[in-house]
């Protein structure tokens, strides 16, 4: 995905940080707006995971630190929830001033409280999802524990969460208590996502059976089982993310560019790397892939590795040439099966190689053809198979011309 670090003011004039990730090489379908947990910021593991599965979707993504909160400008000690809110409405109208209005609202814990609260403020917003989310900001009180009543007895408290020291004021938990968030829910009137893990110890699941009660459809709920309340596992922040980007879709105005077709004439791929790890999001006319390495090689294995990919070219098009060829003829071929191994081996092991010494790439291609064909059909179908377009590609010769692109 693209990055552009942002900035934009709250309703009292102080700067926040913000980071807009962005679809490679194209413009979004639909902007999304991410409201990070209770004293997390925009640079959350699970928050960066989710956003880069809807990104491979096409999406557009704005998360920022709330105010005090990370590079933001302002004391978290004079925020509350509706603070909080009032943040996600201010990065709602940016959005719409220099990009586009949000379409999709998303928020993690309290987040997820908070853009319930906040989405009849967002007109623009066509949908809503909660992760793990509390069905009223005031179960916040019940997990600050004794701080409470320090807060309570004195004004103030200081707590330790994640690491991270903050000062917690009466008027924080004063404003959770005004909160009250099931008419919000009922009143809500957009389509509503809920997702939530049944063994959240942080955020119990029957918070989520509140918030689905509470709302009226359309409305969904999918379990993320096995997870914990921060979403940790990359597995399961990018299943969120996928779902959300295939819900989504069903509810968003898409441009009305989108659906026309990707000009063949410019076939060009683009692969994007980031900062660490091998990782490598593709857009290929259109479609969006991942390629990874294996985790033996130091990589996540969130996708097939290049060699993988020149693999699954080849098959495709052996695949493909076949059935144009047995179509075109009218031949009884029912479906094409081709299996592909890529190896190096010793060149004095390879009898038709010109090469003799060091090593060379060796491709075991298996077709299997299955339908009632004679013999003469299926001899002349393999010798079709190294007809394909990127057969004669591997076999010719090939000319890459890299130029540098200025920054």
Not at 27 to 44: D, E, I, R
Not at 247 to 255: F, H, L, M, T
């Amino acid at each position: 995905m693209r990055l552009q670090k942002l900035t934009f003011l709250n309703t009292a004039g102080q700067t926040l940080a913000a980071r807009l990730d962005l679809p490679l090489d194209e413009q979004p379908l639909a902007y999304a707006l991410f409201a990070h947990c209770f004293t997390c910021n925009k640079n959350f593991k699970a928050i960066s995971n989710i956003s880069r599965a809807l990104t491979n979707e096409g999406f557009g993504v704005l998360r920022f630190d709330f105010t005090g909160l990370g590079e933001s400008e302002g004391d978290f000690a004079e925020t509350n929830f509706s603070s909080n809110v009032d943040d996600l409405v201010a990065a709602a109208d940016f959005l719409a001033q220099h990009y586009a209005a949000p379409q999709l609202l998303i928020g993690h814990s309290l987040g997820g409280a908070a853009v319930l609260q906040a989405a009849a403020r967002i007109p623009s917003s066509a949908g809503v999802v909660t992760i793990n989310a509390p069905a009223d900001p005031s179960h916040l009180t019940r997990l600050l524990g004794s701080a409470t009543t320090t807060i309570v007895a004195e004004g103030a408290a200081t707590v330790t969460l994640a690491g991270q020291t903050f000062t917690i004021k009466q008027q924080f938990l004063d404003d959770l208590e005004q909160n009250r968030m099931q008419q919000t829910i009922r009143n809500l009137r957009k389509p509503l996502l809920i997702f939530h893990s049944p063994i959240d110890e942080i955020v119990g699941i029957e918070n989520a059976t509140q918030i689905f009660q509470a709302a009226r459809h359309p409305k969904s709920f999918v379990s993320l089982d096995k997870a914990d309340h921060m979403v940790s596992t990359q597995h399961d922040s990018h299943f969120a993310g996928s779902m959300i980007a295939a819900w989504a879709r069903k509810y968003i105005e898409q441009p009305q560019d989108a659906a026309q077709s990707h000009d063949p004439a410019d076939n060009r791929v683009v692969a994007h790397t980031g900062g660490s790890g091998y990782t490598t999001e593709i857009l290929a006319n259109g479609h969006s892939l991942v390629a990874d390495e294996p985790l033996s090689v130091g990589g996540a294995n969130l996708g097939p590795s290049p060699y993988e990919y020149l693999l699954a070219g080849l098959g495709a098009c052996t695949s493909m040439t076949l059935r144009m060829y047995a179509d075109r003829k009218s031949w009884p071929l029912e479906a094409i099966i081709v299996r592909l191994k890529h190896q190096k081996i010793h060149a004095a092991d390879c009898a038709e190689c010109e090469t003799r010494s060091g090593k060379v790439d060796q491709i075991e291609r298996e077709i299997e053809l299955i339908g009632v064909l004679d013999e003469q059909q299926r001899t002349r179908l393999r010798e079709i198979a190294d007809r394909c377009p990127v057969h004669r590609t591997l076999h010719g010769e090939i000319v890459v011309k890299t130029t540098l692109r200025e920054p």
